[in-house]
């Protein structure tokens, strides 16, 4: 069934990476008849592979593939080689993300004309809107199954959930609910509903929660017309005389180098390797790299401003059952510059287990202060502050040739520096979120510092002006008009919404657009 | 009987198979965890014992004592310390851990105390870890235990948390919203 394509074969489309653009792109173009060659970094497992079981999947899925950190983000201390906690494998970071599956709004396409000139921050307009959006939204809500959207029920908050709602009602929010999330909360799509397991952060073994693993990919294959090569890495992107690409060179699971040729490429391989495969394909045509005249490719890295709340109480709560993020407080994410920043932010519910508790609460922490908050462990209760961080030119990938890769490449530094902006809306969330838990009758609570990034964005960024970005409103490079960017590094902003809606949205638009610009002959 | 601590994580068998009278002929005590003469310590309550190789038992009493005060719960055994240090004990880490230990010592002797396991109370032990946490020693220790002491599974009741759910068919029908006291 699966399509085996040449690599001498110019008519495919080569999609790098298979989470939630790549793999999204490469079902969408197989579904409309086109040749797809998807080739994945990672091995591919399926939920029956996943485990409940935090390091042991985090040894099976996170990428952990050499990296090194700058800047003065706590992460380049505490986790200096894991700036980011995402994956290696088909499906990508879609197997570990949570679900959350929220629209951006109307004001956050505009963050430029909205919030002004920020100083220090490298703000500019979305080239679309949300108008624009509107109905790629919905595809995409639709494609996962995404809850209390299309007539599809809520799930049922868990005790997590229930102390977080009961908080925030105490303090007034009135935006509470239990989330718009890919998760079933009733069998859609030939996936049974949320057994309320926990543990999805290491994949779900139900397939209650979407992932391009067991959805996009198995059905892209079904047609004939994808083609995936697992443990497939690229390492170049590279192009003719007229600045075209042609192909694409990676490293197959065996170490030998391959070249796939290409008519289209769409890279995808979220926010740090894809500017870095940029980056490294610099060539005597683009000596900074490729598509990069605008000199954006690897700036303007966001991980959005984020921390924890945790809180114990006299009782226990075990947050841990049931789904990971299991509802949001909405209050706060609106524009409001009397709080002193602009943009806003979500509070989500979120649960470790033991191990990643002991892990993440207070990276470097010892002695009883320590000790004694995990003695409260099964009386804890969560959250997850996620909210819109300013895009700023030095926060940025960059390839260090200080340090190389398994295939002697540089790897990727990533620096990161928090904007006032980023500190201000942090203390006003970590104030609320433990306000929260405290309405309660919480004993003692913890404002948690961020975890590696699992949101990383903007480091090849749609702008209308080629100057100012890398790619236009379909993700297409300014400088190469058969290279497409697919995954969250075309992100103009952040926004204050958990990204995987949106990067959906958008690669199921990109594909439309891919296919009639076939149709039509111009690429 | 006794159990003996052979690999992180395990503590079944009774290879060691001494009896409490027999452990208290052969060994002093040091702190809570005893030193055993032949290459041995034990817990003062004969519950386990663990085998000592390329470290000196004493080394690794004291570096279950050090475990213990890096992050102390109380209602958390010693074995579970100890497993979670065993790892140190082999010849590529033994002069590491020897030198550390060393320092410890020497430190302790500084401020006054015969040895940092004859220190008596855990503030003073805590004032002696707190002069050598940035060294790489410490470092090395307090972050092996992140995951030696915390990702062994048999400490996970002590703290409520019940590990993997999907063999038994998640939590929903076994309490994900039964909190009582909202």
Known sequence: MTAPFDLTDDTVVVVIGTGAGGGVVANELAQKGI???????GGR??????????????GQLAWLDKRTTSGDWRVAKDFSGLPAWIVKAVGGTTTHWAGASLRFQEHEFKARTTYGNVPGANLIDWPVDLAEMAPWYEKAETKLGVTRTGNRPALPGNNNFKVFEAGAKKLGYKEVHTGNMAINSQDYDDRTSCQQTGFCFQGCKWGAKWSTAYTDIPRGEATGNLEVRERAHVVKIEHD????????????????????????VCVAGNSIESPRLLLLSASEKFPNGLANSSGQVGRNYMRHMTGSVYGVFDKPVKMWRGTTMAGIVQDEARHDPSRGFVGGYELETLALGLPFMAAFLNPGAWGREFATALDGYENMAGLWIVGEDMPQETNRITLNTAALDQYGNPVPNVHFTDHPNDVAMRTHAYKQGMAIYEA????????????PSTHNLGTNRMSEDPRE???????????VANL??????????GASENPTLTIVALAIRQADHIASEIAKGTI | MTRPIEEAGNTTGSRAGLTRRELLSRSMAVGAVFVVGTGFIASS????AMEVTALKPETMATLVQMARDIYPHDRIADEFYAIAV????????????????????????????????????????VDILRGMEESAFFQTVRGGLVTGLYNQKAVWPLFGYEGESHSQGGYIARGFDDISWI
């Open chain 1, 35 to 41: 040749s797809v060659v998807a080739l994945e970094a």
């Open chain 1, 45 to 58: 497992y399926t939920p029956d592979d996943f485990v409940n079981d935090e390091w042991e999947s985090f």
């Open chain 1, 241 to 264: 005389g007229d600045g075209r690409a042609t192909g694409v060179v990676y490293m197959d699971k065996d170490g030998n180098q391959k070249t796939q040729k290409a008519r289209i």
């Open chain 1, 440 to 451: 309660l009758g919480a004993t003692r609570v913890f404002p948690t510092p961020p975890y």
């Open chain 1, 469 to 479: 970005g890398v790619c236009d409103k379909w993700g297409q490079t300014h400088d």
């Open chain 1, 484 to 493: 497409f960017i697919s995954d969250g590094s075309q992100f103009t902003t």
């Open chain 2, 45 to 48: 309550t004969a519950a386990w």
């Open chain 2, 86 to 125: 065993k790892g140190y004990d082999n010849a590529e880490m033994a002069e590491m851990v020897e030198a550390g230990i060393a320092a410890l010592n020497a430190a302790a002797k500084g401020k006054g105390h015969a040895s940092y396991l004859e220190s008596g109370w855990e503030r003073d032990r």
